[in-house]
């Protein structure tokens, strides 16, 4: 059964800073991982997903990596901004005939201006 | 293009009463899922359609809920009796393929009480 681990479960950072948000997943037969942002009140928006043969994604200040044998993401938001303050959750499909998704119970991050 | 749209926001019912809540995904998206979180834990799975079909229901709590997919189009969620358990935050997700990215509604917030 696939578990997924986020580390830390808040944070708070000044803005400015460089910080990483780590995810474990315990079965490493996956097929891909996305990362997603919640604000309060809302859905999910996907911010990056990453494929089980790619080593990482980028889209602006965001940079994901994947390193599955070894079961971990990390996501990395450079030069934060106050309005980066949100929820961000990681979750995994695992490979096989399973189409759901697995997630993590998200990293609260603040960002202080 | 219109994303992944909820109805209702957030319902509030008693303990024993029925409710339905729906999804219409993005045009086009054969594939639905619909996902639940519960205060203090991840978000969790309930089940995959594929048109009109259920794919796999395996996250459904308990006979108490019952989807539907009418035509391939939107989705209902039906909760009857509706337990305390069930409070939460019901997510509807869409995707054009099952390798594909998922796209994820507001939600619908369901308080039990």
């Known amino acids: 059964k696939q578990e997924v681990t986020q580390i830390p479960a808040a944070l708070s950072v000044p803005e400015g800073e460089n910080l990483v948000l780590n995810c474990s997943f315990t079965d490493s037969a996956i097929y891909n991982l996305q990362w997603f942002r919640q604000d309060p009140g809302k859905g999910l928006t996907s911010l990056l997903l990453?494929?089980?043969?790619?080593r990482e994604q980028t889209s602006g200040r965001l940079n994901a990596s994947l390193d599955k044998s070894s079961g971990r993401s990390t996501l990395y938001i450079a030069a934060s901004q106050p309005g980066d303050s949100a929820t961000y959750l990681c979750a995994v499909k695992s490979g096989g005939s399973n189409y759901k998704l697995t997630f993590g119970k998200g990293t609260l991050l603040t960002v202080n201006p | 293009e219109a994303g992944v749209t909820q109805f209702p926001s957030h319902s509030v019912i008693e303990k024993g009463q029925t409710v339905t809540l729906r999804c219409d995904p993005i045009s086009g998206h054969d594939n639905l899922y619909w996902y639940r979180r519960v205060m203090g834990k991840e978000i969790k799975f309930l089940l995959h359609?594929?048109?009109?079909?259920?794919?796999?229901e395996s996250g459904m709590p308990n006979n108490r809920f019952l989807a539907e997919r009418t035509g391939g189009t939107y989705s209902t969620l039906k909760v009857q009796p509706a337990e305390l358990e069930d409070s939460g935050v019901y997510f509807c997700?869409?995707?054009?393929?099952?390798?594909?990215?998922?796209?994820f509604g507001p939600g619908t917030r369901l308080t039990v009480t």
């Open positions: 997700a869409s995707s054009q393929d099952w390798a594909y990215e998922q796209y």
């Open positions: 990453i494929q089980s043969s790619q």
């Open positions: 359609f594929v048109k009109e079909s259920k794919q796999d």
